[in-house]
């Protein structure tokens, strides 16, 4: 099935540092997401992007919808311990609500 | 407000037997989703639903069947369990009426198939 390519697949990195990671598809999303999900928890949304070329914030996150609307961009800026997790994308096709396609996620660990 | 609820949170089956595992949403959504998710693999569409008495298949629906009888509940039925049906399942509902469709995902059930 078709799958978004995610990387890294992990990163440990120390408190402070500023944390980068992207996804790639060989298909056109329209709707870009990145998910956040702590140990023996469901995912949880941190940002969605709607459009190519949108640059959006959430406190020390930031995401980059690609310009063609092919790949997508997360950046942790200051890491903290409890940026502890794994994160995810999501892509989502036109008309297809409800069906998101998932990277196969970057586990994140911050030593203090 | 609940947001989405599944039951139970943990399960385990021997091959062959059947269970049912349930997905609530209070949230009046009209979308709601079923995803498995397996180490190193992200999360995999099961099932997904549009609508009360509307459901189509997801990437991943062989061994799996669901229904929507009501806006509220979305229950996964697992007619005869196999050891690679050994999972964590998350349920997922978001709303149509939204123009920022995103989903809202349940906190999992964990299932052990012997």
């Known amino acids: 099935g078709q799958q978004l390519n995610q990387s890294p697949q992990s990163m440990f990195i120390q408190e402070g540092e500023d944390v980068s990671m992207n996804c790639t598809s060989s298909?056109?999303?329209?709707?870009w997401l990145w998910y956040k999900q702590d140990p023996g928890e469901g995912p949880v949304l941190l940002i969605a992007?709607?459009?190519?070329?949108e640059l959006t914030s959430n406190g020390r996150l930031t995401a980059q919808f690609g310009i063609t609307r092919k790949d997508s961009f997360l950046n942790i800026s200051a890491s903290i311990p409890s940026d502890v997790g794994i994160y995810f994308c999501a892509g989502q096709h036109s008309g297809n609500t409800g069906k998101l396609i998932f990277g196969q996620g970057t586990t994140l660990q911050v030593k203090p | 407000n609940a947001g989405v609820t599944q039951t139970p949170k943990f399960q385990v089956l021997k091959t062959g037997q059947s269970m049912t595992l349930q997905c609530a949403q209070d949230?009046?959504?009209?979308?709601m989703s079923w995803y498995r998710q397996d180490p190193g693999m992200g999360l995999r569409l099961i099932h997904y639903s549009v609508g009360a008495g509307i459901t189509d298949q997801g990437e991943v629906p062989n061994g799996y069947n669901v229904s929507r009888s009501t806006t509220e509940d979305f229950p996964l039925r697992l007619l005869s369990a196999a050891p690679s049906q050994t999972s964590v399942y998350f349920c997922?509902?978001?709303?149509?009426?939204?123009?920022?469709?995103?989903?809202?995902f349940g906190p999992g059930t964990r299932l052990l198939v012997l």
């Open positions: 949230m009046n959504h009209e979308y």
């Open positions: 997922a509902s978001s709303d149509r009426g939204s123009a920022k469709e995103t989903q809202y």
């Open positions: 298909s056109i999303f329209n709707t």
């Open positions: 992007l709607y459009k190519a070329g």
